[in-house]
């Protein structure tokens, strides 16, 4: 399980062998008093990924790491996206997310100089543009800060038409539906987050994201070609009224 870590130790981010027993529920019904809350900015594709890489891990990641005290985020995720969920090229290129312990502590930390520093240093490297928001985890925190594991399949839900229709279905079936398959899919761990804006206050792009964790990529494979899995995607449809995209990953330590 990848436990939740300061970027001023990036190098140590990594995944351990031993998975959760028990998927994470959401508990958007009955959320806690102060779920951990988040910045996350979602790469487009670059013109030139190795440009990209290069100035990311040689000078945008250390400078995230020297920002962490001002900025007060207790731990980071780094993601690379491999292909959509069908196989196909994958629809955006990288997901970092700096988690907080709550809101406030969120908003304190993105008014200051810090954060904008780091800010400004995207337009730097980040050629095909991104999507930057903040949001909130609606599965249990302690699940988060337990860790996770190494590979994941996410769903990044568009805007439904009906808001209040989406997260009817999604609690009392959708939900159930993934945890009653996962003995089968044999995922470690889910994250349900739900976003709250886009960083420049304007609405959210995204309305939520879901991720199951592996523990390996052949895992990821074997779990996301069950029945059970093919039923929860099939369910999507169900909710999802405003669209989604499908995507597998891996979380990233080094170019």
Known sequence: MRRLIALSSLALLAACAKPDAKPAQDTTAQAPAAPMAFVTVIYNTPKDAGAFEKYYWDNHIPLVGTKQAEVGFVGAELTKFDATLDGKAPTYYRQAVLWFNNMADLQKGVATPGFKAIGDDLAKFATGGLIGMIG??????????????VNFVTVLYNQPKDAAAFESYYSATH???????AAEIAFSRAELTKFSSNLDRSPATFYRQAKLYFPTQAALKTGTATAAFGAVGGDLANFATGGLVALVGHLTSTR
């Not at 985890?137 to 699940?143: F, L, N």
């Not at 939900?175 to 398959?181: F, N, R, S, W």
């Open 136 to 149: 909130e985890q609606t599965s249990d925190p302690a699940a988060l800060l337990s860790g996770d594991t």
């Open 175 to 181: 939900i159930p539906l993934v945890v009653k398959g």
